[in-house]
């Protein structure tokens, strides 16, 4: 069994790999030297797809066939020209059977028919009713996360920041807001049901109208498809952080609480995963092996993968460019021994 | 950063008539550029220093200045502070 672990940086990305259980770890890279690498996935023929960003070059996406030699797409997501809108980021790549999708910064959703050769507009949800009420979170004005029920494509949801998240029932053809119950952040005049700030969304993979929401006001879970949301925080020791991880094997959900919006720092100094095995009703904190004591980084939105493996493994890359790997679910962790730059994302890939 | 779009790289020469069509021709032979180079409006990034012999281009008012045989442009990132 051979894992492979993607970490992106502000720098570069690295790639990390281990071909005997996850216990010892072979670190190659940088891979993309200089660029942000923002997001990475693989598609189900197996080519490995990563975003990269810079400040001064823009946004691209890439392909691979082993992860090592890399080649660039010659089109990727773009605004139109004189439209106004910059591509910024890339903030998410979610490959399904027949189509890539693309969640990018200025926010909007891209989709791709031919693996990523061209790509067009989502328009319905791009030029959205409530469009002249998105506002930009401190992250940016993004669309980070895109959910599409395994079972049903024609079901996506796609998760902006500062706006809140979007559910379509019919490929993308109309959206429909699913912000009721969550409280806002920027709240704007006209459009009142706007202004959320979610973080980060998982589904249950067995269950379509079961969505757990990582939100900058708390940690929530709709049962009904988004129509309603409860706070699912007992447990938690804060109700603020980033990102959001479930195991599908077991369905266990990973977080990494924060003190608060304003400090943004493990709440004491300990830096500490939390888990919940019962859907977020109680969750545990998860401390062997992390640092307990003056340990004030964080872990953002896209750093934070699991490898639905069982036990399933759990891998997190910090802003202080430390990752730390469990192979047993969560009980103990480990520090790969290298110190990378400042961690935008992870993801991981078995074969 | 570039350069990994040019096959490693650092000088490529072009045939044009101004600083504005050697860019075109560059971007026309290796695709991958364009979207490093230009943004949505057609113009250079911000951050993108683009130098005629040793005129800064930001200095001219087009970009379709004529250019002469062995005249060198170079393409570099604005880069300052830490």
Known sequence: ?????????????????????????????????GWKVTATARDPSGRYLAATASDVYGAAIHVSDDARDWRQLEHGPA???????????????VPTKDRLYAGVDEAGLFVSDDAGETWSSV??????????????GAGGLCAHAVLIDPKNPKRIWCAISAVGVFRSEDGGDSWQLKNDGI?????????????????????????????????????????????????????LASWFGFPIAMDRRTRALYVVPLESDEYRIPPDGRFRVYRSRDGGDSWQALEKGLPQEHAYMGVLRAALAVDHLDPCGVYLGSTAGTVYISADAGDSWSQIRATFPRILSVSVFVD | MLTRL?????????????VGGALRSLVKDHPGLEVHLFDESGGLRQHVLCFHNEINTRWLESIEVPVAENDTITILQAVSGG
């Open chain 1, 123 to 136: 328009e319905s949800l791009n030029e959205h009713a409530t469009r002249s009420g998105w506002y930009p």
């Open chain 1, 183 to 235: 409280p806002p952040v920027v709240e704007d005049k006209e459009h009142k049901d706007l202004g959320r700030c979610v973080h980060g969304l998982v589904a249950d993979p067995d269950d379509a109208d079961t969505i757990y929401r990582r939100e900058h006001n708390g940690m929530f879970r709709t049962r009904n498809g988004g129509e309603t949301w409860e706070r699912i925080e007992s447990g």
């Open chain 1, 1 to 33: 069994m051979a894992v492979l672990v993607l970490v992106g940086t502000d720098k570069a990305a690295f790639a990390l790999r281990s071909e005997n259980a996850r216990s010892d770890w072979a670190i190659e890279g940088p891979l993309f030297k």
């Open chain 1, 79 to 93: 605004w139109s020209k004189d439209g106004g809108r910059k591509l910024n980021q890339v903030w998410t790549l």
């Open chain 2, 6 to 18: 040019v096959n490693g790289r650092t000088s490529i020469v072009v045939d044009a008539d101004s």
